[in-house]
């Protein structure tokens, strides 16, 4: 019975400390995501008034979003430059097989990386085979990106994908701003230009999606977010080689940056979601300690000891 009665307050020990360092591993979790809207000295990042305490989208952002314009022609005719700095028109990537479309830029903090990480992984999982059997085709929207950075861009994720006799399938294009511009506005894509306080660096407010287009450069399925099911992303590309085109999907946007106005500063939403998740551990986290704890007072009761491992007593 003494036996037992350390054995159990080992497992409480061990729940407790367990549950105190991961409490203490999410408060600091927590603290650096707090910290991360504020400044060296943890003072907010400006001086202007607090930030809103509600969580609504700032007006801003009302010019960020996809309309899937399904069915609608690419303007082939325009030219942008590859990652060989070669000028190259846009319809060179079309005519005989279809074509994976990516709208990102490539200094871009979080999002694009994200997405052009989740296209990668989805690829690995794909039978077809770029250049061979279609075309993936990123585009930067910042006009000021140059043939340097569409090409180191290009040997990341060709490395990530493990396939370097791919290479010729995988095209990282820059442009001018009339040219995006076009480009954009067939796709559907809107967008933000944001000024980073106290720099000349420009960053972009935008929503996450590629897009699948057929050998003739018509728009035929978009996947929205970070993340493509490689079972989806197989059939849009099976069914646009052959013309079709697909359905509306659901137009839930993953949005690049959360602009905060009122601190005139722009906002990780990856914050947020940390904030979130430890907050979700911690509940979690405790309905395990209960249970942990009623199952063994149950057992004890059913061993007729106290909570302690001595034996109850009997009154009479």
Known sequence: MQLRSTIRKCRRGAAVATAGMIVLILGATLAAAQA????????????????????????????????????????LNLTFTDD???????????????????????????????????????????????????NIVVVSIDPTEGTDLAAEKKRTYLKRYGHPETADGWHFLTGTQANIDALTQAVGFRYVKLKVPGSDLTQYAHASSIQIVTPQGKLAQYYMGVEYSPKDMLLGLDEASSNKIGSPV?????????????????????????????????VLLGGFMLMMFRRDARHDHALGTGPHGAPKRVNG
Not at 38 to 54: F, H, I, V
Not at 62 to 67: A, S, T, Y
Not at 95 to 121: F, W
């Open 84 to 134: 060989a700095g070669r000028q190259v028109a846009l319809g060179s990537y079309f005519g005989k097989k279809p074509a994976i479309l990516a709208l990102v830029y490539y200094r871009c903090p979080m999002l694009c990386s994200e997405e052009l990480d989740g296209l990668t992984s989805a690829l690995e999982m794909v039978r077809f085979v770029p250049g061979k059997d279609f």
């Open 250 to 282: 659901d137009n839930i946007l993953t949005y690049c940056y959360h602009y905060n106005p009122a601190s005139n500063t722009h906002d990780l939403i990856i914050s947020r979601v940390v904030q979130l998740g430890g907050l979700v551990t911690l």
């Open 36 to 75: 991360s809207n504020y400044g060296d000295k943890g003072l907010p990042a400006s001086n202007t008034q607090p930030a809103p305490s509600n969580d609504q989208p700032p007006a801003i952002l009302n010019g960020v979003g996809i309309d899937q314009h399904l069915n609608t022609q690419l303007p």
